[in-house]
């Protein structure tokens, strides 16, 4: 699930930036092992859809939240940035980076479960997304 979390904000990133003269990269495209599928149906139509939609369910997650829980989600997940850097960024205290991370963390999954076919809204905790 991280990972699709990780692509999706990619995308997020990707469609919401305004410097045209930034270099576009693709971590599936551009990865080393991305000539080699990574599993049978890796080339199968359906899969590759529902991929897709889930991307895209992702991305609208990541987009309804709240701004100061966007912001630290896209600079941890997609930047990969330290928690201390986000707290400078944002210009908050470390706790308050790690709150709002688990914060936004708990309200994606919660969205992405209520999303999901026969998903309840009972929220259960899981180590990650």
Same mark, same amino acid.
Request: charged share 30%.
């Given at each position: 699930?991280?990972?699709?979390? &990780? ?91 790690? /709150?709002?991370? /688990? ?5 994606? &999954? ?9 998903? /309840? ?9």
């Amino acid at each position: 699930m991280l990972g699709i979390v &990780r692509n999706a904000c990619y995308d997020w990133m990707r469609q919401n930036r305004q410097l045209a003269d930034q270099v576009e990269f693709d971590e599936l495209r551009d990865s080393e092992s991305a000539g080699a599928p990574a599993s049978a149906d890796a080339g199968d139509p359906a899969r590759l859809w529902e991929q897709r939609a889930q991307g895209e369910r992702v991305n609208a997650a990541i987009d309804a939240l709240p701004p100061v829980y966007r912001e630290v989600i896209v600079l941890r997940e997609l930047e990969e940035m330290r928690y201390e850097d986000i707290a400078r960024i944002a210009g908050v205290p470390l706790g308050t980076v790690m /709150s709002r991370l /688990s914060r936004a963390r708990a309200l994606l &999954r919660d969205s992405l479960r209520a999303e999901r076919p026969g998903g /309840s809204g009972e929220r259960t905790h899981h180590a990650g997304f």
